[in-house]
């Protein structure tokens, strides 16, 4: 039975090849010949057409028939009934055919966005073009859409069904003229932050007597993502004025090689791997960069995905999302500052074994690449965050703040928590645990964040999300694919 299967699947991906060779060709001959490119050609070449098939209610006993009854009607002294039947038959079926095969060439779905980045709860409109770039025209076209959640003008036995699912399709008939394209708007809301897959698209046409039925699966596939929860620190019951310790330093103690305030002339005792060199060659001399102080101007926000201290007993979904949004208020909160903000966390990225790190920086889109980064956080832990913060401590700023959030706290994050202090760390220590944090911990800043918190009441809306992150990244473009037929 196994041998079977190898041999089907062998026999599909031998045929796609097929397809995808004779697509490249035909593409080839066109640009020699100077032709118009066909974009069934194109999709068939780049290999994202899944699957197409054909249902038809057509019998192969129509065309003997048709022919009979042209032979009934010329031998019974050319009778004009049977004559009309016959001819009726094959135009009908003659026409059907060249209509099915036309059916989806140049046929194009596409799906645009206001915007692809949104936080949970926020309103995503999605725009989707039908075209018929072709002068048949088209009396029916089918689309299924496959979406991770139900569009807003859906009624609520729609919202049910997709729940038991799991996934929505979104189900859409058109009629098209030739070169004719028509749009259609939905609005998306997704409750949870994550990443996000819409796709693949299946549309279907035939003939205008519906006896053909031409079906496509199109791997069309637009990815959004839906950042964390965020809140105000006092939200969380957080000291709104240096909640991590006092900052301010002599500027001769430290200074930060990720921020840069200038350059100089060279001085004896600087560092050689502070020469400015494309200044130097501008000036003719040797510059030196100048680094603005550091202590308290970066912080490392390391997230413990686990919420049990065993991985074995598996964990809490709630828990696990009230760690990811104090991760993410906190980094915020770091950016409003002015500071230079890193994340890591000891879950793994999607379709991945590799932990989620995102080096402390102060460029304009670190509060984006760190709230997608969390977006992508799994429950699945690679290892323990207390070896995480040890081995990666090493190479952050020596001034720079340690933050753990974490929801379960561990003798062994203790131990690992105490080592950074006594080496010097500026660390700081937020548990989400029902119980505040155990005794033993000697000097090291903590803070103690509990379910019950107002800001996690169920029903409970963060009305400065917008203002407090989203005034603060970049709108990034959202991605225009179109699927051709």
Do not use: C
Not at 182 to 208: E, M, N, Q, W
Not at 339 to 349: K, T
Not at 358 to 371: C, N, T, Y
Not at 405 to 413: D, K, L, M, Q
């Amino acid at each position: 039975m196994s041998q079977n299967i190898e041999n089907i699947h062998l026999v599909i991906r031998e045929n796609k090849r097929q397809q995808q060779k004779q697509a490249r060709e035909n593409m080839m001959r066109a640009a020699v010949t100077g032709q118009a490119v066909d974009m069934h050609d194109v999709v068939r070449a780049r290999g994202l057409v899944l699957r197409e098939r054909e249902n038809s209610i057509f019998s192969d006993a129509w065309i003997p028939l048709a022919i009979i009854f042209l032979i009934i009607g010329l031998t019974a002294g050319r009778q004009g009934t049977m004559l009309a039947l016959g001819f009726v038959l094959l135009l009908i079926v003659g026409v059907s055919t060249v209509w099915k095969n036309l059916s989806l060439v140049g046929v194009g779905y596409e799906r645009s966005f206001n915007r692809n980045r949104v936080f949970p709860g926020e309103p995503i409109e999605m725009t989707i073009a039908v075209t018929n770039d072709k002068l048949l025209p088209l009396t029916w076209l089918h689309f299924r859409d496959e979406l991770p959640v139900v569009v807003d003008e859906e009624d609520a036995l729609a919202q049910v069904t997709a729940d038991m699912n799991g996934r929505y399709a979104l189900l859409n008939t058109f009629s098209l003229y030739g070169r004719e394209q028509t749009k259609r708007t939905f609005t998306l809301r997704f409750p949870r932050r994550g990443y996000y897959k819409l796709g693949p698209v299946t549309y279907a046409s035939g003939d205008i007597f519906t006896l053909f039925t031409r079906q496509r699966d199109h791997y069309y596939i637009d990815q959004l993502i839906v950042f964390p929860q965020i809140y105000p620190l006092e939200a969380l019951g957080l000291p709104a004025k240096e909640p991590f310790g006092e900052v301010k330093v002599h500027r001769s103690l430290f200074t930060d090689p990720i921020k840069t305030q200038g350059v100089r002339n060279y001085q004896p005792g600087d560092q050689f791997r502070d020469v400015h060199w494309k200044a130097t060659a501008i000036r003719g001399s040797l510059q030196t960069k100048v680094h603005d102080p550091s202590t308290g101007m970066t912080i490392a926000v390391f997230l413990n995905v686990a919420t049990f201290p065993k991985h074995w007993m598996g964990f809490d979904p709630e828990l696990l999302e009230r760690s990811v949004s104090v991760a993410g208020s906190v980094a915020n909160y770091g950016v409003q500052q002015g500071w230079g903000v890193g994340i890591y966390a000891n879950g793994s990225v999607p379709n991945s074994d590799q932990p989620i790190r995102v080096q402390p920086g102060r460029s304009p889109e670190q509060l984006a690449h760190i709230l997608e980064a969390l977006a992508a956080v799994t429950e699945f832990a690679t290892g323990s965050i207390e070896k995480m913060m040890l081995r990666t401590s090493p190479s952050l700023p020596w001034a720079s703040t340690i933050v753990l959030v974490t929801a379960v706290v561990t003798e062994e994050i203790m131990v690992a928590l105490v080592r950074l202090k006594e080496a010097g760390r500026r660390v700081v220590l937020i548990s989400l645990a029902d119980e505040p944090p155990p005794k033993g911990l000697g000097n090291i800043l903590s803070y103690h964040i509990p379910a019950t918190m107002p800001a996690f009441q169920t029903g409970q809306q963060a009305s400065t999300i917008t203002e407090a992150a989203l005034g603060s990244i970049p709108t990034p473009e959202a991605g225009l694919r179109i699927a051709h037929g």
